[in-house]
């Protein structure tokens, strides 16, 4: 039977592999889409439930997904599974990779903040004294950017600040600030910090994922197939040329052996799992750097506080509710002189109960302490940006390979002083403010989540201008190998401390205006 | 393959141009190559002999209502210190059930018998010594301690935990903390906790406890 065959080989559907796939069918250009995992029916996979109706009361699988912390019984089937598609790491340095397979990944459960970053992260080695600029600026950018979030429906408040560059957002009433919200603005305000809100992809019916605000047009153009359950093993090469001809995949249920041949490979399968298949084709890393500056967010530091006024039940009415959040404030200027390079987010919530674990107490005596506290609290938490090192790095471990034969990756990430003292300066800063504010501090810690708990995690195939510094070119092009671009988290130079959805969506659909355009003129 | 076509069919009805909207308007450029059709021959359709309404959906009765569980990975020392923490950690409250009316030790019993070693290890560490501590200080097994004396050992061992993953590295300390976090959990994600809300007219908290939309196991790979 002949079979279709195809332009472009889209490897990943989440939303990097979403906009590759609209951009290019919207231009003419035939599209097949492999993902990994199955595609989810909401209304057929999931039900409400009582958590002693799950067979581990909630708890999970004893050992099931044991790097995963966002995970519970509830939502354990959303990842996937460890033992499935293991992955190595040293002992003392334990890696969160947390992964989603099915079709759409990881932009069917993201936390839809959206922000742009700023010359502060593109242009970064210049403030920092050190590293690496991105070959590209916000002004290349910025057009992307405005771009994807009218198709990803962004509410923000435009607020003109250079570190957190507005964009084209919906307009919404945010509701007044309460009491609380207020107060903490005016200490902050007066310290020079900026407040602002929270920026977050509406999208549509409460949903912002590439399963249905990307996929549904570039399947009606009729110039993309999605075949799910297929997972690629090794991008095939042109002996001959030594550019990508197609790619082998195998089947998830049967492990039948396929290729398919095409003229380009998009890879969007998720940063590392994009550089795993690279460097298990042993393609495109003449530079050496392939795998090297693995870099993400740190999340862990908090600051719980209780307003006393708001206690027993008494808080009045507009008192307590409500969020802020504080773009970067730190390191803005060269003059700004720190123990630590880069900065980090602070999200403000108002209203929240206090947890269990913040007292030591147990009993009658710790419910009354709760029942007391309940609607009492706010809670002050950061994304800080780490450092992007050389050393920070994920290889093939051939010693270890997943259900499929595929070799797995070994993942070694570790942080440093400067992350560790970014980290402090935020608690101390967080717990002054709150302290400042005439509120209870309840607990305190800048202990960092270990790696890839943010689930942010980018680099690994760095862009830049020269190619013995880095795997892509300023298109996410390889620069071994031309027909091969990598449109996820791979490409990113440095994290910042902002959710770098936005970018990986600007950058992807960039890249795929330029690849067409390439296509168009047989430059590739 | 027909829910397939049919989801594709769903996907294709509301054609939302929104990238095109959004986009710069330039002239398509014609594909560089052109796609060859390929054929597919469509599935045959044929009559089912029966149909889903006809295939009668039967009341089943959940396995906690029809029998008891039997505890059997702890001793029954560890397993009587465990019970004398469910009832100190978390006694019934306002008209909330306590552990051991939810049956919390029990259940707890199961999940760290079926858990990695390292979880066991800690259990059972924590659960000898805190007998073992009784038994010097008050020449008793921690069960028989009444509130006060168990307190002058549980209460120096207690510590602030601002994340729920912040774990003590001293080893008792760590497994006082987890094993409050255990049975507090078993309790409110219990039948008998469920059962109480829904008399005293609370709602549910949507999440880790109480109830959530559970995610079945989506085209499991041992079904291949």
Known sequence: MPVKTYDVLIVGSGHSGGMAANILTSKGISCLMLNAGPEADYEKDRALKHAYELPYRGFDKPGRLPHVFQANEFNANQWVDEKEVPYTCPSDAPYNWVRVRLLGGRSLFWARQ???????????????????????????????????????????????????????????????????????????????????????????????????????????????????????????????????????????????????????????????????????????????????????????????????????????????????????????????KRNFIKGYCVGISSGGNANANFFPLYGEELQAKLDSYANSCVSGSIFGERVARYENHVRIDSEVKDRWGIPVLHIEARDTDNERNLCKDAADTIEEWFHDAGWEIICKTDRVNPPGYSIHEVGTCRMGDDPKKSVLNKWCQSHDVKNIFVVDGASFVTCGWQNPTMTILSLSMRASEYLAEQMRTNAV | MKRRNFVQNLLLAPVAPAVAAAATQTPSPQPAIHQKPATEPKTPVRERPWGPHDVPKL??????????????????????????????????????????????????????????????????????????????????????????????????????????????????????????????????????????????????????????????????????
């Open chain 1, 114 to 336: 959206s922000f742009r970053l700023s010359n502060l992260e593109f242009k970064a080695a210049e403030i920092d004294g050190e590293g690496e600029n991105w070959p590209i600026s916000l002004e290349d950018l910025a057009p992307y950017y405005s771009r994807v979030e009218k198709i990803f429906r962004v509410a923000g408040r435009k607020e003109g600040w250079p570190q957190f560059p507005d964009g084209d957002f919906v307009e919404i009433n945010y509701p007044p600030d309460t009491d609380s919200i207020k107060r903490f603005t005016q200490i902050a305000t007066k310290q020079g910090v900026g407040v602002s809100k929270w920026r977050s992809a509406l999208g549509k019916d409460g949903l912002a994922s590439s399963i249905n605000l990307l996929l549904p047009d570039a399947l009606a153009t009729g110039k993309l197939d999605i075949v799910e359950n297929a997972i690629v093993r090794e991008i095939s090469v042109d002996k001959n040329t030594g550019l990508a001809n197609g790619a082998h995949f195998v089947d998830r249920h049967s492990g039948r052996e396929m290729h398919v041949k095409t003229r380009v490979v998009v890879l969007a399968a998720g940063c590392l799992e994009s550089t795993r298949l690279l460097l298990n084709s042993k393609i495109g890393n003449s530079s050496g750097v392939m795998g090297h500056y693995l870099v993400d967010q740190m999340y862990g530091v908090s600051v719980v506080a209780s307003v006393p006024e708001a206690r027993d039940g008494k808080a009045p009415p507009g008192l307590m509710g409500g969020n802020a959040f504080i773009p970067r404030f730190r390191n803005l200027s060269k003059k700004d």
């Open chain 2, 59 to 224: 009341d089943l009765t959940g396995v906690d209502l029809t029998g008891q569980p039997a505890p059997h990975y702890f001793t029954a020392a560890q397993f009587a210190t465990l019970r004398k923490l469910g009832a100190l950690f978390v006694p019934p409250l306002k008209s909330n059930p306590g552990a051991l009316e939810a049956q919390a030790p029990e259940f707890l019993d199961f999940l760290i018998g079926a858990s990695p070693d390292d979880r066991q290890n800690l259990y059972r560490f924590g659960l000898d010594s805190l007998d073992s501590q009784s038994r010097d200080q008050f020449q008793k097994p921690f069960c028989d301690l009444d509130a006060q004396q168990a307190d002058r050992i549980l209460r120096p061992l207690l510590v602030v935990r601002p994340w729920a993953e912040d774990f003590p590295s001293d080893p008792l300390q760590k497994f006082i903390a987890q094993v409050h976090e255990d049975l507090r959990t078993a309790t409110m994600n219990s039948r008998e906790w469920a059962a109480a809300s829904e008399k005293s007219g609370r709602h549910f908290t949507r999440g880790f406890r109480g109830s959530g939309y559970y995610w079945f196991p989506i085209d499991p790979i041992s079904q291949g």
